[in-house]
């Protein structure tokens, strides 16, 4: 069974720094593409980021410069820097596993966990 726990998020105001991270059981990350995803309320799950085993890194053009994606291989957890951050990246925020050279979500991403909330005022 894949579990992927959640811990991180928070509140901070406009321009401040938050980090996600997802701690997996079930699998590991050298052999699985690992994505962030985010939701708000009433939005489509959208993809933020990716990182492929060979550590090739995705990012949607709203967050390029701004978030980093990364991970640690032998505590088999991902992470999500989130640096500058603006009111319109506040949403609850997912981890999950994404096929290979896959640059969209599908809606599954923002339905398999829990999530981590993200908010950002101005």
């Known amino acids: 069974e894949v579990r992927l726990v959640q811990s991180g998020g928070g509140s901070v105001q406009a321009g401040g720094s938050l980090s996600v991270s997802c701690t ?31 550590g090739t890194t995705y990012y949607t053009k709203s967050v390029i410069g701004r978030f980093t994606i990364s991970q640690d291989n032998p505590k088999n957890t991902v992470y ?6 603006k009111p319109e990246d506040t949403a609850k925020y997912y981890c999950a596993t994404t096929p290979p050279g896959v640059r969209q979500a599908t ?11 993200v908010t950002v005022s101005s």
Request: aromatic content about 10%; charged content about 20%; overall charge negative.
């Open 24 to 54: 997996a059981s079930g699998l590991t990350f050298d052999e699985s593409d690992m994505g962030w995803y985010r939701q708000a309320p009433g939005n489509e799950c959208e993809l933020v980021a990716t990182l492929s085993t060979d």
């Open 80 to 85: 999500l820097q989130m640096n500058s951050l």
């Open 107 to 117: 809606g599954f991403e923002c339905k398999w966990g829990q999530g981590t909330q």
